[in-house]
């Protein structure tokens, strides 16, 4: 069975980084594609980076020039590295990987931005 683990969520004053990560667990083979989503109260679960496997990138433009995504070493990781948050930046992220038709979703990281 195939899970997405994250880790790196937490508390952080505007203006501040944090570094969200996930790992892919279960599988022998490559997701096509990794990413990241959030989800504010009230809101719909929003696209914020993906990241291809061959390193083609693409973010929201909410997050652009301070968000980066990248994958790891290790097969079937990811990171997102968040810069400069603000307040709006406060959701819950979730994790994503797609593997041909096949969609993955960790269980959600806390990220709370105080202003």
């Known amino acids: 069975q195939i899970q997405l683990v994250e880790s790196g969520g937490g508390l952080v004053q505007a203006g501040g980084s944090l570094r969200l990560s996930c790992a892919a667990s279960?599988?022998?083979?490559?997701?096509?594609?990794m990413g990241w989503y959030r989800q504010a109260p009230g809101n719909e679960r929003e696209l914020v980076a993906v990241?291809?496997?061959?390193?083609?990138?693409n973010y929201a433009d909410s997050v652009k020039g301070r968000f980066t995504i990248s994958r790891g070493d290790a097969k079937n990781t990811v990171y997102l590295q968040m810069n400069s948050l603000k307040a709006e930046d406060t959701a819950v992220y979730y994790c994503?990987?797609?593997?041909?038709?096949?969609?993955?979703w960790g269980q959600g990281t806390q990220v709370t931005v105080s202003s």
């Open positions: 994503h990987a797609r593997r041909g038709s096949w969609d993955y």
């Open positions: 279960g599988t022998i083979f490559s997701m096509n594609v």
């Open positions: 990241i291809g496997s061959a390193g083609s990138t």
